[in-house]
């Protein structure tokens, strides 16, 4: 096919193993690289090599340049695929790739520089004649001199990132300060370079971007757009393509805008620019990813072009024959993102070892779960991505409704409930949505989710659990099975998300129980693992259940719901208040998440209020500031900058 028949996949999670699979399919082979907490991820059973990166900081494993490099080198790599994010638009590893004779499987490092770096970025788009939005750059202190040029609320942004990272919105003048400080910290913690810029905030806009192929050699094909509106914090939730909410004309303005600035550069490989759109359709230039993207698989769907395919055929010199008008679309595809984290519980990330994963056979699933996995707070929360295709965005949508609530991950919690509450909004629905929307409605969402958590299918999930622990086949060593079972345990009472409940099993060849009044018949009792099916009343009912801290977890229609009971003997708890709900004292303060304190912001003696800041906790790629639960007097700090904490560990106490 071309110079090198090997590659090193720089990168990990599920982008790993999308390259993996693609370059398998070429013939190619592949060599994975892994950090010691990535041992059990799927990239590395699945390639034909891997090797360890020895060290604990991300310096030393997946972010060291001469490391992989020389790996490239001494394993017989020809070409270093860098997937997204860590080093895919690092200018100077793909500098250093190149000049020891490698193939960089992406973007030249010049294209890299001119694109990569936002304010030049848009400088050189705005020569173009193509729209941008009005910005200012340069130190804090000549933006705070400037400010009066641009209209409040403004969007400040670090130049030299991407992902939403570094990001902050001042509402007011007063505000902007801190809002600059905020930014340019996390600026040069998340990618090295403290450079920032602020533009206009356009809060209503919609966020629309078109994939682009280009040869290196002139030749640019683009491959239509995708929508990717719903948004948390600038990070993508939910991707679609086509774009259904923009006109046909627009489409073909952001079409030809986008093979402009890709032409201009003669771009080498897949990359997407992003613009931003008013409900005017206006449309400004965003940023163009010199990469590829998350959200690649839905241009897939809708187009049939393998993507990484490309990557890999331009970067071993092949032209690129596509004709514009041989690309056609079909049909409608949605993904989301499914992360590692509890929305209910103001997005904390979660953490927990995988146990069993169940996913529908009528998706696409991308990602580097398998049985094992233990999560690691090193890395960003995202689990997979959930992709269908429809004939239409009616039947998508239908269809990933269905999806994401017969999709079971043990061990952990997921967002599956946010998106699900999503998917089926009325504005979802009706394509009325913009980047805010879903800031402007997460708390009536996380409303609705503790409310069908409360609005539980009581009979549904109480049968479960029995059926679970008391009548599984003998081969699980059922104690429904033993004799006299039934004659001595015929009323059960079982805590259903920390309400009891009373249920009675009636005598019989068959399964029968009462609950509240009601009779309930079960039969067709199917069990695989982690799921269970049958019938309750004629119902049929899909379930999937894990046990998690002495609790049983039971997933009905990508809801999590809690039980327990003292008939099981792993459950039993003794206090006369069944132990439902730990309440934390108001003495001290324990972590309601894994990760590593990045800063202490209190000492022994300091006087408190409820609500101060406590510390600053960094998991998965976000931080997240604990809070004094209570007016008091700080008495110890049981944790230090850069220390790793565990989900219920200790980080501060109060004199009593």
Not at 272 to 285: G, R, S
Not at 333 to 338: K, N, S, Y
Not at 565 to 570: M, P, R
Not at 625 to 654: R, W, Y
């Amino acid at each position: 096919m071309g110079p090198f028949d090997k590659i090193l996949v720089a990168n990990r999670g599920e982008i790993a193993v999308r390259i993996i699979r693609t370059a398998r399919k070429l013939g190619m082979k592949t060599l994975a690289v892994y950090a010691a907490d990535d041992q059990c991820s799927e990239h590395v059973s699945l390639a034909d090599e891997a090797v360890l990166l020895e060290g604990s900081l991300l310096s030393e494993t997946y972010l060291n340049q001469d490391k992989l490099i020389r790996l490239a080198l001494e394993k017989g790599a020809g070409a270093i695929h860098p997937g997204y994010g860590f080093l895919s638009e690092n200018a100077g590893f793909a500098e250093k790739v190149e000049a020891t004779g490698l193939v960089f499987i992406g973007a030249t490092p010049g294209q890299i520089r001119a694109m990569g770096e936002k304010t030049k970025a848009i400088t050189f788009v705005r020569n173009l004649q193509i729209p941008v939005i009005p910005s200012i750059s340069g130190s804090i202190n000549d933006i705070l001199v400037q400010k009066d040029q641009l209209e409040f609320p403004l969007l400040i942004k670090a130049s030299g990132g991407g992902g939403g990272k570094g990001m902050e919105v001042a509402h007011a003048p007063e505000q902007l300060p801190q809002a600059l400080q905020q930014a340019q910290r996390a600026a040069q913690q998340y990618f090295g370079n403290d450079e920032i810029f602020v533009e206009k905030y356009l809060p209503l806009a919609r966020h629309i971007e078109v994939q682009i192929l280009g040869d290196g050699k002139g030749k640019v094909v683009h491959l239509f757009e995708r929508e990717c509106s719903i948004q948390r914090r600038y990070q993508k939730l939910v991707e679609e393509a086509p774009a259904a909410s923009v006109s046909h004309q627009l489409k073909e303005e952001l079409y030809q805008a986008a093979i402009k600035i890709a032409r201009s550069i003669q771009y080498r490989g897949a990359g997407t620019i992003e613009f931003l759109v008013d409900d005017e359709e206006n449309f400004y230039f965003l940023e163009m990813n010199t990469r590829l993207q998350v959200e690649h698989p839905v241009t897939e769907m809708i187009t049939g072009i393998d993507l990484v395919e490309w990557q890999l055929k331009i970067a071993a010199g092949e032209k690129l024959h596509l004709a514009q008008e041989e690309i056609v679309q079909k049909g409608h595809a949605i993904e989301l993102r499914v992360c590692a984290e509890d929305a209910a519980a103001g997005f904390v990330p979660t953490s927990g070892k995988i146990a069993e994963i169940h996913v529908p056979g009528n998706c696409r699933w991308d990602s580097f779960l398998k049985s094992g996995v233990t999560l690691s707070s090193a890395y960003d929360s995202l689990l997979g991505k959930l992709v269908v295709h429809g004939e239409n965005r009616s039947a998508a949508l239908k269809k990933i409704r269905e999806t994401i609530g017969a999709l079971f991950i043990s061990g952990i919690k997921t967002n599956q409930d946010l998106l699900l509450n999503v998917l089926v909004h009325p504005d979802f629905e009706k394509n009325s949505v913009h980047t805010r929307w879903l800031e402007s409605k997460v708390e009536k969402i996380i409303d609705l989710i503790k409310q069908k958590e409360q609005d539980a299918p009581v009979p549904e999930l109480l049968a479960a659990y029995l059926l679970h622990h008391f009548y599984r086949p003998p081969d699980s060593k059922s104690v429904w099975h033993q004799p006299g079972f039934r004659r001595i345990y015929e009323v059960f009472h079982i805590w259903l998300n920390h309400k009891a409940c009373k249920l009675v099993i009636e005598k019989g060849e068959n399964f029968h129980f009462s609950w509240n009044g009601k009779q309930f018949a079960l039969k067709n009792c199917h069990f695989r693992g982690s799921k269970i099916e049958f019938q309750i009343n004629n119902k049929d009912i899909t379930i999937f259940i894990s046990e998690k801290n002495q609790t049983t977890i039971v997933q009905h229609e990508g809801i999590c719901h809690e039980l327990r009971s003292n008939h099981v003997l792993s459950q039993v708890r003794l206090n006369k208040s069944h132990g439902e709900k730990l309440v934390q004292s108001k003495h001290e303060v324990l972590a309601d998440l894994f990760g590593k304190v990045v800063q202490v912001l209190v000492k022994p003696g300091d006087s408190l209020q409820k609500g101060q800041n406590l510390m600053v906790i960094e998991s998965m790629k976000s931080e997240f500031t604990i809070q004094s639960p209570v007016d008091a007097v700080v008495k110890n700090i049981h944790v230090t900058k850069g220390k790793i904490v565990h989900d219920k560990e200790l980080l501060v106490d109060f004199e009593s």
